[in-house]
């Protein structure tokens, strides 16, 4: 999971990013326009799930 930023506010993130126009970034393809704008920014990894080794018991 990564965290956004938005260093010129979240209107100019929807303006840029927000392709369909329903005020909220509601798909990766309006997130990646925003992005690639520069109007958000991934400041990385934010939260990061373990996957749990489960031992099998010996046969
Ligand atoms: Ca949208």
Redesign the pocket.
Known sequence: MHGLDFPAGYPTVLADG??????????TD?VHAALATGSAVDVGVVKQFECPAIPLPRR
């Open positions: 927000d392709l369909d126009g329903d005020s909220v970034l509601d798909s309006e």
